[in-house]
């Protein structure tokens, strides 16, 4: 089945209001399904979890739907995703949990490729626990992170290696399975942040190695939650802090306060609508979201082609990133202004980009641009079209 663009954003009705949203990767907007399937819930009654009555069971059923849906997008087991407010949250909680099983002097090994919520929960752990964190360089002409470091970083000592599947400013994607390969040889667990990579790649979290696979529905057309994959095996052997009285079961040890139900069943549904942006009815909902992801990735890498040598052809533009293999996002500055200016310039124009370091506090410091306002962000997700491309361009083009 071909990917049709016309007919994907007619699923949008945020789209409709001539702006050309190149700010996926801050957040996605939602196909109609989501709207009705958050609506449906709403409207046909739902009660808290775990009751008797038929409003909760729908609560429950919506809840076990939603874990299935993750684990179909994720090729994680529906028993191992624990829900969420969001990616930050949950890593910190995950942090937390882990925390507890580290000794002074044991080691954490994270990268500066990383969105900050891939950081700094790790690094704030290991401080509480008297644990070491140890640092994978990226190449700023490149935005590579070389996965040959890790043979140096990895050690007896290391409990846990926290490594993106991509960036969220440069889209580098690192070769995560080699890391992850390399952490389990050394019987250290991978926290793998999957927020950035998911809306663009299909995902195989088993094949990355992660023990931990992290994503965020709002950025892949679902409403603002967060999830983490992994094992209920592994999950078993953590113990978050959590209220007495709430279910000690995996995944619910992991879930704190009354969750956001209608959101699940809004998330159940923009999987739904992923698998079938370019995949028949026929298979079963992993094998949807597989076929569609990889007409996905092809389609926004072939717009991103458009996109980056229409940037690179302009003598006042430098971009950011080179990597091999990479998301289709692109992360540039135009001379003589700040990115917020160039932001502030394409809103006018209807055109939705961010500027900043988005987060990406380490990988604005490598780049050296930190301190300087960071770089104009736009990215393509699979909704974006020719034209937003052009507009894009054709507004940057205008700066010269
Ligand atoms: C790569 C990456 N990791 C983590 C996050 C944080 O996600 P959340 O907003 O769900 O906490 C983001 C958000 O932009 C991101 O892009």
Redesign the pocket.
């Known amino acids: 089945m071909q990917f049709d663009v016309a007919a994907v954003r007619a699923c949008y009705p945020a789209l409709a209001d001539g702006y050309a949203y190149l700010d996926g990767?801050?957040g996605t907007q939602v196909p109609v399904a989501v709207i009705e399937a958050i609506s449906r819930a709403q409207a046909d009654g739902i009660g808290n979890g775990g009751g008797a009555f038929p409003a909760s069971r729908r609560a429950d059923e919506i809840t076990a739907e939603c874990r299935a849906a993750i684990a179909a997008l994720t090729g994680g087991d529906p028993d191992g995703v624990i829900l969420g407010p969001?990616?930050?949250?949950l890593t910190y909680r995950i942090a937390g949990a882990l925390a507890k099983t580290w000794r002074p002097g044991d080691e954490v090994v994270v990268s500066r490729l990383e969105?900050d919520?891939?950081v700094r929960p790790w690094v704030q752990a290991a401080e509480q626990a008297g644990a070491v964190v140890r640092w994978a360089e990226i190449e700023p002409s490149t935005g590579e992170l070389p996965a040959g470091q890790y043979a140096e970083l990895i050690g007896d000592r290391t409990r846990l290696v926290a490594v993106?599947a991509?960036s969220?400013i440069l889209g580098t994607r690192p070769d995560v399975p080699a890391i992850t390969a390399m952490a389990r040889a050394a019987g250290a667990l991978s926290y793998v942040?999957g927020?950035?990579a998911t809306p663009h790649t299909a995902v195989d979290a088993r094949a990355l190695g992660a023990d931990f696979y992290a994503t965020?529905a709002y950025?892949w057309s679902g409403p603002h939650i967060?999830t983490v994959v992994a094992s209920p095996a592994l999950l078993e052997t953590l113990h978050p802090d959590k209220l007495l009285p709430s279910p000690d079961e995996v995944p619910w040890r992991f879930e704190y306060g009354t969750p956001p139900f209608a959101s699940f069943a809004g998330t159940t549904a923009a999987v739904q609508h992923l698998a079938g942006l370019a995949a028949g009815p026929e298979g079963s909902l992993r094998e949807r979201v597989l076929a569609s992801m990889a007409a996905v990735e092809r389609y926004e890498q072939d717009l991103f082609a458009v996109l980056l040598a229409g940037l690179d052809s302009m003598p006042h533009v430098s971009t950011y990133g080179k990597a091999a293999s990479r998301t289709a996002t692109s992360y540039f500055n135009v001379a003589g202004r700040t990115p917020e200016q160039v932001a502030e310039y394409l809103a006018e124009r209807r055109i939705n980009v961010w500027s900043g370091d988005?987060?990406a506090w380490e990988p604005a410091g490598a780049l050296g641009i930190r301190d300087t306002g960071g770089a104009v962000r736009a990215g393509l997700v699979h909704y974006n079209n020719a034209e937003d491309v052009d507009r894009l361009l054709a507004a940057v083009a205008e700066l010269g």
Do not use: E, L
Request: no cysteine; hydrophobic share 30%.
């Open positions: 990767a801050a969001n990616m930050t949250t969105h919520a891939n993106t991509a969220n942040d927020v950035h965020s950025k967060g988005n987060y």
